[in-house]
């Protein structure tokens, strides 16, 4: 079973990743998609990511398993670090202070920021940071900040240093499955879209004013996930989302 298929560039060449239930790991890149490499990672991985962890330019994979969290070089699988941690089910990466290295952010409770070259702990967050977590930009300049659906109906944005959370919003009467961050405007103050757990709909909250801003119908049953890119090249990000059942659609930006 594949567990997470994660998205990568290296070297200016975009490339493809696949993480299975076995630890196996597989690299696609080029038009028609080609297997580049195969490596094996920590088997039963519940979550995982991929970015440049100490700001050196080359990519670190990043896998979760229940009780332990893995980086691997993603050029070749070589092991880089271990660090036990107990009760995540979701981890992200980004740049969320002064120095190079980018920040893993872990759900667990309470909620754990460790920096990706040293792993020290940069912030514990008594309440958690909830699910779904996603990162993006909400303040309106080129920092970075990341949100967790912190409740059934709700989600909360959190700051980098110094660290806080910022705002929360939402008011989801199936639950919450899905959030990203959506460059829709290009002015560094993206969008955060979430997708209901039950029916509903997809949401776009606009980070200025933390209000919902429009929504898109979902005509299936839940929603697996959602994303934003400029699928046509035209400049305008599309709104991709997949419902559990039924339904899926792709939705120029607003």
């Known amino acids: 079973n594949i567990v997470r298929v994660l998205p990568a560039t290296d070297g200016g060449t975009a490339h493809i990743y ?27 991985p519940v979550f995982a990511t991929i970015g440049d962890l100490t700001g050196g330019g080359s ?27 107990s009760g995540a089910t979701e981890v992200a990466m980004a740049q969320l202070d002064a120095d190079a290295a980018s920040e893993i952010i872990l759900n667990t ?3 754990l920021v460790i920096d990706g070259l040293t792993q020290v702990t940069d ?13 993006g930009h909400a303040l309106g300049d080129t920092t970075t900040q990341f949100a967790g659906a ?12 110094p660290w806080s959370p910022l ?10 499955a899905a959030l990203a961050f959506a460059n829709l405007d ?34 299936g049953w839940g929603v697996n996930a959602v994303a934003a890119a400029d699928v046509r090249g035209n400049g305008i990000p599309e709104i991709a989302f997949g419902a559990t059942q039924a339904y899926g659609a792709v939705v120029e930006g607003y």
């Open 18 to 44: 696949t993480i299975a239930s076995d630890g196996t790991v597989r690299d696609y890149s080029g038009w028609p998609l080609a297997e580049q490499n195969e490596f094996t990672v920590a088997t039963s």
């Open 109 to 111: 409770t309470p909620g």
């Open 150 to 161: 912190t409740s059934w109906s709700s989600f909360s944005v959190f700051r980098g240093a």
């Open 186 to 219: 290009n002015n560094n103050r993206d969008v955060i879209l979430e997708g209901d757990a039950q029916w509903g709909s997809v949401n776009a909250y606009d980070t200025g004013t933390q209000q919902l801003r429009f929504s898109i119908h979902n005509p």
């Open 59 to 85: 990519n670190s994979l990043l896998v979760l398993t229940s009780g332990s969290l893995y980086a691997y070089a993603a050029s070749d699988g070589s092991p880089q670090w271990s660090y036990p941690v």
């Open 123 to 135: 912030w514990q967050y008594i309440d958690g940071f909830g699910s779904h977590l996603a990162t």
């Open 167 to 176: 705002w929360s919003a939402g008011n989801s009467n199936g639950g919450i």
